[in-house]
């Protein structure tokens, strides 16, 4: 295995090890000082790492079952631990948070059932573009929290829900679209 092939998995594994790292700076971080970006910087390059560690992966023709599941497991990792960080600050509401995530736990599992009974499963477009709207849902809840937009006096801002409803609406509709393309292929 050459060395460039490794690079996938070690970004993977970067990944999964910046969760603890990020929720310590999180737990750590105030609204007035440095911490506060570095929240969002550590999310950002956590993100950047899941992008590359797929396109690295394709590239040198290193993809593997187990780096998948690595690769996942360190995305929902992370973005779970940024979302539960926002919870405990107030930043998100529980009922939006608890859809959010049961919708990409049942991907996930269904993905996974699908890989186990149908050979490994490449993502596709629309698994990347659902991973996308995760992340992004994500970089701009930190992104706000950063640039002071705060937390509610009495639960969660109006702006966090706006966004995570909308995340829920684009990954619900191609979570659907998605399910479809999947039994369509386990049907051919």
């Known amino acids: ?90 930043t998100v509401s529980l009922w939006l948070l608890i859809i959010l995530l049961y919708f990409d736990c049942s991907a996930a599992v269904l993905k996974t059932i699908h890989a186990y009974q149908h050979g490994m499963h490449e993502r596709g477009v629309l698994g990347k573009i659902l991973s996308t709207i995760f992340s992004s849902t994500i970089l701009i809840l930190l992104l706000g929290r950063a640039l002071g937009w705060g937390t509610g006096a009495s639960g969660p801002p109006i702006w966090s829900n706006a966004v995570l409803l909308v995340a829920i609406a684009i990954i619900a509709g191609f979570g659907i679209a998605e399910l479809r393309m999947m039994k369509r292929s386990a049907e051919a």
């Open 1 to 90: 295995m050459s060395s460039q092939s490794r690079i996938p998995s070690i970004l993977s594994w970067t990944r999964l090890g910046l969760a603890p790292v990020w929720a310590i700076v999180f737990h750590y971080s105030s609204e007035s000082d440095w911490s506060v970006w570095a929240v969002f910087v550590l999310a950002a390059f956590a993100e950047l790492t899941d992008v590359l560690d797929g396109v690295i992966a394709r590239r040198t023709n290193s993809t593997s079952p187990f780096g998948q599941v690595v690769d996942t497991l360190a995305d929902q990792i992370f973005r779970y631990t940024v979302l539960l960080g926002l919870l405990a600050e107030n």
